[in-house]
Structure formats: structure tokens, C-alpha cells
């Protein structure tokens, strides 16, 4: 018996039952009969093109399925045919929320495999604009959030504070949405005069930003009646289908790659908390992302007041060729655990990259998931899970 | 750093992995990160003692990769001209291989946060291993991928259904004698911009900064 099985909550086994009985009555009664669902492709809870196929008895859904494949791209094929510094522009792409997270990984895989080290103002920035990219990704979950529950305040909240962020980002990087600015060996620029103080500004805003949906959301009587105690993933479950990020936190499991990962990022030159929730259940989730994005406005805030001097680049050839090797480098991303393994053959490009992205195996767990619950629980479990389509289909 | 990561001893060491596989390890290897490399019959068992024994309960991914050099290199050819010849010998990576396709997943063990690359040959004629799904719940989703865009078969896999192409798409779209199409039809400008500056030969002099 696996452990899937045996961690089955009696709500999963009286749907398994109940999807049994269904199947009997439709041949048997004629008088209620399994409906199909679709759920999408276009959906505002899918954050691009998801769909979901829901099997219904009643309003309990006795099987469920997520048909992914309307945005697949072929990024692991397409990055054996570019150079190493072309490879960060389709990366880009995946979360496209948080792009510069994206571009991270990748780098430093390819770093550990030339054994060049970016010098520590560029690793820095690139820890300040990696944060700024999750708060950027988060305060729109957030804002989501709310909309997908009926509540319509927060998403206007939501994208006139993520404006804030991505103007930041813009003035720094040149891209709004994918800055393209993390180069092997350190960063395309460095930062423009006065963007450091504009940065608190913004950070302090952000705060505001988080008390304002805490008071408007987390305390909301109706929010908590709709998240709290549906769609509850135990920890066991969460680890086997490799759930990362806020996923795993709210299922009580205490990992954080920032902190918990050896990386040339600043991460650990910062005072801040790693948030963890034993319930496992859609709010856990939320409330896990909320305290994560003020968690992270407080990394930015040190991380500007001690930027160090010097250089933005290492000394790294023109032509980029990277030594034959294996690598494998995550960090904890927006979504969670994104990660690229490298296999080199000191060509100009990757031999193979495996591309290891959050939400594909943060999705994965929905036909579990899924079973047994109401029809207007799938959206909130949805929006919880919180995946970005380019992140599932790559 | 505010908290520490966990209050038990780091307890498994590369040592005790191996001490606890035995000799289903065929191969292995050691930098940072740890590489194993197992008999295909012991790929299953090998798993169940990672995760049971060792405390291996992350599921972090599986894929595969194919060791052929691709007969179309990089997709820089000219397609009016015909092919050059390549050099398609098969040379496998960290701890070794003897087939074209391998099989390799990375688990985790969250208490120690050690990880471990298993990588496991699939043999050349059937091109199926065992299924991992009911050890990794995860593995089910990637095996399904990994079947669509490889060819191989996973036994005991309940549904490997393709997730992302046509279901009467033909071929295997990461083997690497799978051509890019779009390569195939026009030639890449994105050439140039790795070529060597005109009249220059130092390319290794390091950025202006």
C-alpha cells in the first residue's frame, strides 16, 4: 500500500465511493446522472490557457484532470540549438510573472560548471531583483485572489502597487515584464543613480500594500469560510508529489532554498523569517505568500543598505564556451522550486538542459487533489496552488 | 540568518547511500552534488530504499536524456546545402552509462537536505523501465512527459497519455535525431552574433568593466 493511499483522507474515500456509485446509477436509475465540466481553457483562474476536466455527481466532483499543452513551447529543445547567453531570453518566458527569477538558476548552473563566481555586488543586485520579482509575481496572487472569491477591491489594489514594482525593475533592467539583465559572470549594468532610495519607497508602499489585503482578505469572515480547511494537502503527500515553495510551507514543512541552499546570493546576509503553517489547507497557502512577500520587502530594505562596491561582471571570455559537466542549480522562486540541470559538452550550447519548474509538479497533485470536493472549491484550491501556465507547459 | 533549517544532525552521508544500495549501484559519482547510476533491474527497489530507508521523501523531477550527439548539431546548417557528416558516437556522462537513453531523477530528504542524482540506463531494445509513480506520486506526470518527448515506456504507469502534443503526433520530439523544424526550413540568423569580431582575435580579453 503506498503512502498515498494510506494518507487518503476520509473525504477522498467517501468520493472514490461515491464516483463508484455514480458510475452504478447512471446504467441503473436514469434520474441523476454524472455530468462532464470543463473548466476552461480560458479561465481567469488559470493564469493563461488550463483546462480542467471535472467529472460531477451532483456538486461533488468525483474526478478531475488538468489538460494542459495549449502554450507548450519546447524550451528544452529550443535551448540545444542557442548559445548560453541566448538560453536566458526563452527562460525569460516560463514564469512570466517573475522573469528574472527565472533567469537566476540558469545562470548560476552554468557558473558552477565554468567555475566563475559573479563578484558581490552583482550577486547583491541580482538577490534585490530577484526579490523585487517575487514581489512583483505575489502581490498579483494576492490580488487574484481576491477576484477568483468574488471579492472584486483587491486586484485594483494589486496592480496599482505591482506597477510600483515593475517600474523599478524597468528602470533598472530596460524590461518590464522579462529584463533579460542576468549575464555568466555577473550582470548587464549596474544600478541607475537613485534607484536605491526610490526602492525603500516602494518597499514601504509594498508593506502598506500587505496590511491593506491582510485587513481586506485574511480578516474577511467570507474569505476564511471559503479557504479554511479545503483542499488540505498533508505534508507527506506535499513532499512525494515534489510541491515546492509556499505549497510545501503551508504543509508545514519548514525548506526554504534560500536559506537552506549554499548559492553565491546574498540571501543569507539578510535578517528574515521563514514562514511555515501546519494546516495545509488553502489558506495556509495564501496566508504563507502574504507573510512571504513582507518578508520579502524587509530583504530588499537590508540588502540596499549594504550593497557592496566594486565591479558588476567577473572576468569571463567574450565567447562563452562552458566545460563538459553536469550541474544542477535551483532556488526558491516565486512559485517554488525551480531548478535547471546543465549537461555540458564545452560547445557553445547546452547538450541538454532539463528544465525542473514549480508548477508543473505544484499542478500535478490536482487529480488528488480535486477529488471530493465542491464545484465552487476547485476555484479556490486553483488559486491557492497558484501556478503560472508558462511554468507548467515550458 | 534568523532561524536555523532544522535541529537534526545532518545523518546521511554519501557513504551511508551507498552502504544502503549496495550493489545495485553500478557507478557513481561525486561533486557537490551526488551522482548515482543503478542496475535497470534494481531501478524500482533502489528508489523504495531511498525514499524508505534514507529518508529520501522530495520528489524533485525525473526526465531523460539522450546521449547521441544530434546528427543536425546545432541547427546552424544551411538547409539548401546538404548535411555535413557528423560524429554521432554516444559518450555518457557522470557516473558512466551504457545505453543511448537514461533514465535520472533527483530526490531530496527534507530534514538533512542532502539530494541525490539517480540516473539508470534504459536498455537500447525495449526502451522500458519499471515505473516509479507508486513509490513517487509525482513521478506519474513526469513519466508521462518524459514518455511523450523520449519514447519510453514506463511498466506500471496507469495512463501515459501525451500531455502536451496531438494525440497522432509522430515521433519524439527531445530525441536528438528529432530535427528542429524550424532550423530545417530556414537557416538561423542568430549565427552572427557568435562569430569573431572582424580583424580581432583576442576574444578572451574579459568585459570592459
Same mark, same amino acid.
Given at each position: 500500500?503506498?503512502?498515498?493511499?494510506?494518507?487518503?483522507?476520509?473525504?477522498?474515500?467517501?468520493?472514490?465511493?461515491?464516483?463508484?456509485?455514480?458510475?452504478?446509477? #447512471?446504467?441503473?436509475?436514469?434520474?441523476?446522472?454524472?455530468?462532464?465540466?470543463?473548466?476552461?481553457?480560458? !479561465?481567469?483562474?488559470?493564469?493563461?490557457?488550463?483546462?480542467?476536466? /471535472?467529472?460531477?455527481?451532483?456538486?461533488?466532483?468525483?474526478?478531475?484532470?488538468?489538460?494542459?499543452?495549449?502554450?507548450?513551447?519546447?524550451?528544452?529543445?529550443?535551448?540545444?540549438?542557442?548559445?548560453?547567453?541566448?538560453?536566458?531570453?526563452? &527562460?525569460?518566458?516560463?514564469?512570466?510573472?517573475?522573469?528574472?527569477?527565472?533567469?537566476?538558476?540558469?545562470?548560476?548552473?552554468?557558473?558552477?560548471?565554468?567555475?566563475?563566481?559573479?563578484?558581490?555586488? /552583482?550577486?547583491?543586485?541580482?538577490?534585490?531583483?530577484?526579490?523585487?520579482?517575487?514581489?512583483?509575481?505575489?502581490?498579483?496572487?494576492?490580488?487574484?485572489?481576491?477576484?477568483?472569491?468574488?471579492?472584486?477591491?483587491?486586484?485594483?489594489?494589486?496592480?496599482?502597487?505591482?506597477?510600483?514594482?515593475?517600474?523599478?525593475?524597468?528602470?533598472?533592467?530596460?524590461?518590464?515584464?522579462?529584463?533579460?539583465?542576468?549575464?555568466?559572470?555577473?550582470?548587464?549594468?549596474?544600478?541607475?543613480?537613485?534607484?536605491?532610495?526610490?526602492?525603500?519607497?516602494?518597499?514601504?508602499?509594498?508593506?502598506?500594500?500587505?496590511?491593506?489585503?491582510?485587513?481586506?482578505?485574511?480578516?474577511?469572515?467570507?474569505?476564511?469560510?471559503?479557504?479554511?480547511?479545503?483542499?488540505?494537502?498533508?505534508?507527506?503527500?506535499?513532499?512525494?508529489?515534489?510541491?515546492?515553495?509556499?505549497?510545501?510551507?503551508?504543509?508545514?514543512v519548514d525548506w526554504d532554498l534560500r536559506r537552506d541552499h549554499q548559492l553565491?546570493? /546574498?540571501?543569507?546576509?539578510?535578517?528574515?523569517?521563514?514562514?511555515?503553517?501546519?494546516?495545509?489547507?488553502?489558506?495556509?497557502?495564501?496566508?504563507?505568500?502574504?507573510?512571504?512577500?513582507?518578508?520579502?520587502?524587509?530583504?530588499?530594505?537590508?540588502?540596499?543598505?549594504?550593497?557592496?562596491?566594486?565591479?558588476?561582471?567577473?572576468?569571463?571570455?567574450?565567447?562563452?564556451?562552458?566545460?563538459?559537466?553536469?550541474?544542477?542549480?535551483s532556488?526558491e522562486?516565486?512559485?517554488?522550486e525551480?531548478?535547471?540541470?546543465?549537461?555540458?559538452?564545452?560547445?557553445?550550447?547546452?547538450?541538454?538542459?532539463?528544465?525542473?519548474? /514549480?508548477?508543473?509538479?505544484?499542478?500535478?497533485?490536482?487529480?488528488?487533489?480535486?477529488?471530493?470536493?465542491?464545484?465552487?472549491?476547485?476555484?479556490?484550491?486553483?488559486?491557492?496552488?497558484?501556478?503560472?501556465?508558462?511554468?507548467?507547459?515550458? | 540568518?534568523?532561524?536555523t533549517p532544522d535541529?537534526q544532525p545532518r545523518i546521511t552521508?554519501?557513504?551511508?547511500?551507498?552502504?544502503?544500495?549496495?550493489?545495485?549501484?553500478?557507478?557513481?559519482? !561525486?561533486?557537490?552534488d551526488l551522482?548515482?547510476?543503478?542496475?535497470?533491474?534494481?531501478?524500482?527497489?533502489?528508489?523504495?530504499?531511498?525514499?524508505?530507508? #534514507?529518508g529520501f521523501h522530495y520528489?524533485c523531477?525525473?526526465?531523460?536524456?539522450?546521449?547521441?550527439?544530434?546528427?543536425?548539431?546545432?541547427?546552424?546548417?544551411?538547409?539548401?546545402?546538404?548535411?555535413?557528416?557528423?560524429?554521432?558516437?554516444?559518450?555518457?556522462?557522470?557516473?558512466?552509462?551504457?545505453?543511448?537513453?537514461? &533514465?535520472?531523477?533527483?530526490v531530496t530528504n527534507p530534514v538533512t537536505h542532502v539530494s541525490v542524482?539517480?540516473?539508470?540506463?534504459?536498455?537500447?531494445?525495449?526502451?522500458?523501465?519499471?515505473?516509479?509513480?507508486?513509490?513517487?506520486?509525482?513521478?506519474?506526470?513526469?513519466?508521462?512527459?518524459?514518455?511523450?518527448?523520449?519514447?519510453?515506456?514506463?511498466?506500471? !504507469?496507469?495512463?501515459?497519455?501525451?500531455?502536451?502534443?496531438?494525440?497522432?503526433?509522430?515521433?519524439?520530439?527531445?530525441?536528438?535525431?528529432?530535427?528542429?523544424?524550424?532550423?530545417? &526550413?530556414?537557416?538561423?540568423?542568430?549565427?552572427?552574433?557568435?562569430?569573431?569580431?572582424?580583424?580581432?582575435?583576442?576574444?578572451?580579453?574579459?568585459?570592459?568593466?
Amino acid at each position: 500500500m503506498s503512502l498515498t493511499d494510506r494518507v487518503l483522507g476520509d473525504r477522498q474515500q467517501l468520493a472514490y465511493i461515491a464516483s463508484q456509485a455514480a458510475d452504478a446509477r #447512471l446504467n441503473v436509475e436514469l434520474e441523476t446522472e454524472g455530468m462532464t465540466l470543463n473548466i476552461g481553457p480560458q !479561465h481567469p483562474a488559470t493564469h493563461g490557457t488550463l483546462r480542467i476536466i /471535472a467529472r460531477l455527481d451532483g456538486e461533488q466532483v468525483v474526478w478531475a484532470e488538468p489538460a494542459c499543452g495549449y502554450m507548450h513551447r519546447g524550451y528544452e529543445k529550443l535551448t540545444e540549438v542557442r548559445t548560453y547567453p541566448q538560453v536566458t531570453t526563452l &527562460v525569460n518566458r516560463i514564469d512570466w510573472l517573475g522573469s528574472f527569477a527565472n533567469e537566476v538558476p540558469f545562470i548560476l548552473a552554468a557558473e558552477k560548471l565554468m567555475e566563475v563566481e559573479a563578484p558581490p555586488r /552583482a550577486q547583491h543586485i541580482r538577490t534585490i531583483l530577484f526579490e523585487l520579482s517575487r514581489i512583483a509575481n505575489v502581490s498579483l496572487f494576492l490580488g487574484d485572489l481576491g477576484v477568483q472569491l468574488g471579492a472584486i477591491t483587491p486586484v485594483f489594489l494589486a496592480f496599482r502597487d505591482r506597477e510600483y514594482v515593475l517600474n523599478l525593475i524597468e528602470s533598472a533592467t530596460g524590461g518590464r515584464f522579462h529584463p533579460n539583465f542576468d549575464r555568466i559572470g555577473g550582470l548587464k549594468d549596474d544600478l541607475p543613480a537613485g534607484w536605491i532610495d526610490e526602492t525603500r519607497a516602494v518597499m514601504k508602499k509594498l508593506r502598506g500594500f500587505c496590511d491593506q489585503i491582510e485587513d481586506l482578505l485574511f480578516g474577511n469572515e467570507i474569505f476564511q469560510s471559503r479557504t479554511r480547511g479545503i483542499g488540505v494537502i498533508p505534508r507527506e503527500v506535499a513532499l512525494q508529489y515534489g510541491l515546492s515553495g509556499a505549497n510545501l510551507r503551508a504543509s508545514g514543512v519548514d525548506w526554504d532554498l534560500r536559506r537552506d541552499h549554499q548559492l553565491p546570493m /546574498a540571501w543569507n546576509q539578510a535578517d528574515w523569517k521563514v514562514w511555515t503553517h501546519p494546516d495545509g489547507d488553502s489558506f495556509a497557502r495564501c496566508w504563507i505568500r502574504l507573510q512571504e512577500t513582507r518578508e520579502s520587502t524587509k530583504i530588499v530594505d537590508q540588502l540596499l543598505g549594504s550593497i557592496p562596491a566594486g565591479p558588476v561582471m567577473a572576468k569571463v571570455p567574450k565567447i562563452i564556451k562552458v566545460p563538459e559537466g553536469e550541474a544542477w542549480v535551483s532556488t526558491e522562486n516565486p512559485l517554488g522550486e525551480m531548478g535547471y540541470y546543465i549537461v555540458s559538452r564545452g560547445d557553445l550550447g547546452p547538450f541538454r538542459v532539463k528544465i525542473r519548474s /514549480a508548477s508543473f509538479n505544484n499542478i500535478s497533485i490536482t487529480p488528488w487533489l480535486l477529488r471530493g470536493v465542491y464545484v465552487p472549491d476547485i476555484v479556490t484550491i486553483l488559486a491557492s496552488l497558484y501556478f503560472i501556465l508558462g511554468d507548467i507547459d515550458r | 540568518m534568523s532561524t536555523t533549517p532544522d535541529t537534526q544532525p545532518r545523518i546521511t552521508s554519501v557513504a551511508e547511500v551507498k552502504a544502503a544500495l549496495g550493489d545495485r549501484i553500478v557507478d557513481s559519482f !561525486h561533486k557537490e552534488d551526488l551522482w548515482l547510476r543503478v542496475h535497470t533491474d534494481a531501478w524500482k527497489s533502489s528508489m523504495r530504499t531511498l525514499r524508505d530507508t #534514507l529518508g529520501f521523501h522530495y520528489f524533485c523531477f525525473l526526465s531523460a536524456i539522450d546521449w547521441m550527439p544530434s546528427p543536425y548539431g546545432r541547427g546552424e546548417d544551411d538547409p539548401t546545402e546538404p548535411a555535413p557528416e557528423r560524429d554521432t558516437t554516444i559518450r555518457q556522462g557522470y557516473a558512466g552509462g551504457e545505453t543511448r537513453m537514461q &533514465v535520472f531523477v533527483r530526490v531530496t530528504n527534507p530534514v538533512t537536505h542532502v539530494s541525490v542524482i539517480v540516473k539508470v540506463d534504459v536498455p537500447d531494445d525495449s526502451l522500458a523501465i519499471e515505473s516509479i509513480h507508486d513509490v513517487y506520486a509525482g513521478a506519474n506526470w513526469h513519466e508521462r512527459e518524459t514518455h511523450e518527448m523520449f519514447g519510453i515506456k514506463f511498466d506500471g !504507469h496507469p495512463d501515459l497519455r501525451n500531455m502536451y502534443l496531438p494525440i497522432d503526433f509522430e515521433g519524439f520530439p527531445l530525441r536528438k535525431d528529432f530535427p528542429l523544424l524550424a532550423r530545417m &526550413v530556414k537557416p538561423w540568423p542568430g549565427i552572427v552574433d557568435v562569430e569573431p569580431l572582424p580583424g580581432g582575435d583576442d576574444n578572451q580579453g574579459g568585459d570592459d568593466q
